[in-house]
């Protein structure tokens, strides 16, 4: 069975060649979705110098632009929140965000869990400090 590549009107641009969610059978996954804001390398919450480093950034607005963009890459999939299955979860500094991040996805998650595995690594392929890999069901 082909897959059937997937982009959303309101999700940003990907960095690189790659759709917003590739569908198979009635699995959906997402590509790695950060907090960038549609038609604008812009991301919430970040503070940058005249040289493109970070000066300061916060992980609270950065998690809920994330989690708004996995919603409308879900919605234009045709899937939902709610049917979301597995999530792992990149952060870049899991000492500093971890509390701030956990204390969001509960909120964003409280109804519905979905399996989660969230690792550090070291830098994301843009200035953002979360990015979020996504599998959900779809009709």
């Known amino acids: ?18 759709p917003h969610a590739r569908r198979a059978g009635n699995l959906l ?3 790695g979705v950060g907090p960038r ?14 040289k493109g480093e970070i000066l300061s950034y916060d992980i609270e607005a950065q998690c809920h ?8 890459i879900l919605e234009a999939s045709g899937s939902s929140w709610d049917r979301i299955i597995d999530v ?5 500094n899991m000492k500093k965000d971890f509390t701030v991040y956990n ?14 595995t969230t690792v550090e690594i070291n830098s994301l392929p843009t200035p953002i400090a979360i990015e979020l890999k996504v ?3 779809v009709d």
């Open 1 to 18: 069975m082909a897959s059937q590549p997937i982009d959303s009107s309101k999700a940003p641009d990907p960095v690189g060649l790659y």
């Open 65 to 72: 632009s994330v989690f708004r963009n996995v919603r409308y």
């Open 88 to 92: 792992t979860v990149f952060l870049t």
């Open 135 to 137: 599998i959900a069901e």
């Open 37 to 50: 804001e549609k038609g604008s390398t812009k991301i919430p919450g970040v503070e940058m110098d005249e």
């Open 103 to 116: 204390r969001l996805w509960a909120a964003y998650f409280k109804d519905h869990p979905p399996c989660r």
């Open 29 to 31: 996954f997402l590509s």
